[in-house]
Structures are given as C-alpha cells and as structure tokens.
C-alpha cells in the first residue's frame, strides 16, 4: 500500500508542480517538489519500493515538464542514489542533516545533470546560472520539512489496516468449549 500511496502522491506533486508552479520550465521561482519526495524516499523507504515509486514519477514528470527527454529522470535517479549513499554513511542523526543536505545536493546534482546534456547535446539548454539554482535549493529546502510531515503522514495512513480482521473472525457456537 505504501507503493500505490506514494505513487499517488506523486502524481498530485508532479500535476502541481507542473501547472502551478512552473508557467515555464525555466521559471525562477519553481521550487522542485519532486526533489523533496525523492530525498524522502532514499532516506526513508528501501531500495526496492523507492525505485518502484520513482520510475513512473520520472516518466511522467519528463513528459509534462516540456524540457528535453530524461533530464527529470537523471535529476531523480542521480538525486536518489547519491541522497542514499551520503545518508548510509552520516553518523549523525538524521534531523541535523537531511534538510541541508537536500539544499546542498540539489546545486550539484543539477550542475552535474547540466553538464552531461550539455556534453550530449550543445545549445539546447537555457544558460546556467548558480545564483537562480541557489533560489530553487533555498526553495526546496523551505519546502522540505512541511512535504516530510505530509509524507510521514502517509506512510502512517498507508500502514492503517482497512479490516478489522479480528473483529471479523468468526467465533465458534460453543461457549463452553471456549472457557477452558
């Protein structure tokens, strides 16, 4: 259920990132909700379910964005494995660091991601500018500890049972029998 939960929030973080906060791809002041949810997946859930909930999240997130093809998938998948591999390896606990390290890794892993398209393809990207990404790493580090909440939220609702399954067990006629 965590799956299906996460893929669904997704969805809705996609859908409003992309038709509210993005009236063009290069916008400013767009902040990357996606990003928040993808450093909340490498930090909190397995390896399994967190690429189970970022593949179709990136797709779709590439599709509706307008920018060039796999760009969000390498920002999403780079973003995951790197958050997870620092995160393994931090002996701190882990509310001294995740929100920094979700601003400081949002700079590099978009540099990093700038500079292999613009290795593969020259001149199709708008020009690169480290004052305008550090507005959007500051932005999604305001955003980082309400979307948290919210994701901790789901992750306890998704964890609620539906059935009461002992409430509907069947019990047996014979009272007696069931005294001794």
């Known amino acids: 259920m965590v799956v299906i939960h996460f893929i669904i929030v997704g969805l809705l973080l996609v859908v409003v990132q992309t ?3 993005m009236p063009n791809p290069v916008w400013l ?9 993808v450093a909340y997946l490498a930090f909190r859930l397995d390896l399994l379910r967190g690429l189970i909930i970022l593949f179709p999240l990136a797709c779709i997130l590439d599709v509706l964005s307008g920018t060039v093809l796999g760009m969000y998938a390498l920002l999403c998948f780079g973003a995951y494995f790197f958050l997870r591999q620092v995160s393994a390896r931090l002996p701190i606990n882990e509310v001294l660091y995740q929100i920094p390290l979700i601003a400081l890794s949002y700079p590099a892993i978009s540099w990093l991601v700038y500079v292999l398209l613009d290795f593969l393809g020259p001149g199709q990207q708008a020009a690169w500018s480290w004052w305008k990404i550090g507005v959007r790493a500051v932005l999604v580090a305001a955003c980082t500890f309400p979307l948290f909440f919210l994701f901790d939220v789901v992750v306890k609702y998704s964890h609620r049972r539906f059935l009461p399954w002992k409430s509907l067990r069947l019990r047996s006629d014979n009272r007696r029998r069931n005294q001794a």
């Open 19 to 21: 038709t509210l906060f």
């Open 29 to 37: 002041l767009a902040p990357d909700l996606y990003y928040v949810l």
